[in-house]
């Protein structure tokens, strides 16, 4: 079993940057598939990024490819979303989330709001 914790969501300004973390404990990190998913107010939950475990392989929702970038450190079992160019529209709670063997674990999330 993992444990995640995110952190590093807040308050920017559209066109502006933030770096959300989560790091896990509990477990093997680097034998984690690692996704970033996000909830707006009404809205479904939303798979944003993914990243495998060695990092070699990354993938993008269409609409945060080119802005955003998942990132992981297995050292510091930690994996990272950097954010650019955040738009109104990206405003949502971010949620880290671990899989393997067919199994998932949830972080709480961490808001981020973009004013425009």
């Known amino acids: 079993q993992v444990q995640l914790v995110e952190s590093g969501g807040g308050l920017v300004q559209a066109g502006g940057s933030l770096r959300l973390s989560c790091a896990a404990s509990g477990s093997t990190f680097s034998s984690y598939a690692m996704r970033w998913y996000r909830q707006a107010p009404g809205k479904e939950r939303e798979l944003v990024a993914t990243i495998t475990t060695s990092g070699s392989i990354t993938n993008y929702a269409d609409s945060v490819q080119g802005r955003f970038s998942i990132s992981r450190d297995n050292a510091k079992n930690t994996v990272y979303l950097q954010m650019n160019s955040l738009k109104p529209e990206d405003t949502a709670v971010y949620y880290c989330?671990?899989?393997?063997?067919?199994?998932?674990?949830w972080g709480r999330g961490t808001q981020v709001t973009v004013s425009s």
């Open positions: 989330y671990a899989r393997r063997d067919s199994i998932g674990y």
